[in-house]
């Protein structure tokens, strides 16, 4: 009888133990909370005001292009070291959005607007959100322009304003702040792989963009109103 009696409540007690209130939270749970809490703070109200969303939609959408305009001024009037610069951090950027394709296959995670969380308020296709590749690109390159110390200032501004970036797109509802901390460490990846593995592509990527701008712009070149 007291061995019955014992037995139940050792049941009872594991069985209360066992609810849900009670379950031991997981790490992954509890970052996901966090990711979710972060960017419900974050986003936009259902009708924000236009001195909000313009500029926000500026930044999510358009900004971007600053960063192939920049490495074709770069290339354009730099000299020899910098067009290298200019090589290096191209490799940079593209070796970010690999890695952010390779990541997407393994491991895809919702964007908020797929689980109907907050307010989305530009169209964006349903695909995995992590990490931002608008992001991975411009800290890539910027990242790339700081540890090489070659246009330095330039890759302090870009990395700065890459902040201004991920809020905006956590603000209009396509990204979790957690996509842009992936962001922010597949760039200093990819800045560092490109930099340190130099050495294999530099040379002939150099001399093919040579003869490739040569090409081009052989005309004023020969005029003198461009830089060989």
Same mark, same amino acid.
């Given at each position: 009888?007291?061995?019955?009696?014992?037995?139940?409540?050792?049941?009872?007690?594991?069985?209360?133990?066992?609810?849900?209130?009670?379950?031991?939270?997981? @790490?992954?749970?509890? =970052?996901?909370? !966090?990711?979710?809490? /972060?960017?419900?703070?974050?986003?936009? *109200?259902?009708? +924000? $005001?236009?001195?909000?969303?313009?500029?926000?939609?500026?930044?999510?959408?358009?900004?971007?292009?600053?960063?192939?305009?920049?490495?074709?001024?770069?290339?354009?009037?730099?000299?020899?070291?910098?067009?290298?610069?200019?090589?290096?951090?191209?490799?940079?950027?593209?070796?970010?959005?690999?890695?952010?394709?390779?990541?997407?296959?393994?491991?895809?995670? @919702?964007?908020?607007? =797929?689980?109907? !969380?907050?307010?989305? /308020?530009?169209?964006?296709?349903?695909? *995995?959100?992590? +990490? $931002?590749?608008?992001?991975?690109?411009?800290?890539?390159?910027?990242?790339?322009?700081?540890?090489?110390?070659?246009?330095?200032?330039?890759?302090?501004?870009?990395?700065?304003?890459?902040?201004l970036i991920a809020w905006a797109r956590i603000y209009l509802g396509v990204h979790f702040p957690l996509d842009m901390l992936g962001a922010a460490?597949?760039?200093?990846?990819?800045?560092?792989?490109?930099?340190?593995?130099?050495?294999?592509?530099?040379?002939?990527?150099?001399?093919?963009?040579?003869?490739?701008?040569?090409?081009?712009?052989?005309?004023?070149?020969?005029?003198?109103?461009?830089?060989?």
């Amino acid at each position: 009888m007291t061995m019955t009696t014992t037995t139940n409540k050792t049941d009872d007690l594991q069985g209360w133990l066992d609810r849900p209130h009670y379950a031991a939270i997981r @790490p992954a749970d509890l =970052m996901e909370s !966090l990711n979710q809490t /972060l960017f419900l703070w974050l986003n936009a *109200s259902e009708h +924000p $005001s236009a001195l909000a969303l313009m500029p926000a939609i500026f930044l999510a959408e358009w900004f971007i292009w600053t960063i192939p305009l920049l490495i074709g001024i770069g290339w354009l009037c730099g000299n020899e070291d910098t067009r290298k610069a200019m090589l290096v951090a191209t490799a940079s950027g593209l070796l970010g959005l690999f890695i952010n394709q390779f990541i997407g296959l393994v491991w895809s995670h @919702p964007r908020p607007f =797929m689980i109907g !969380l907050g307010h989305i /308020l530009i169209p964006h296709v349903a695909d *995995s959100s992590f +990490p $931002s590749d608008h992001l991975t690109l411009w800290w890539a390159v910027a990242f790339s322009l700081l540890l090489q110390g070659v246009q330095r200032n330039a890759g302090i501004t870009l990395t700065l304003s890459g902040v201004l970036i991920a809020w905006a797109r956590i603000y209009l509802g396509v990204h979790f702040p957690l996509d842009m901390l992936g962001a922010a460490t597949v760039a200093a990846i990819s800045a560092w792989l490109s930099l340190h593995e130099a050495r294999w592509y530099l040379g002939s990527s150099y001399r093919l963009a040579c003869g490739i701008h040569r090409r081009i712009f052989g005309r004023l070149i020969a005029l003198g109103w461009m830089r060989e």
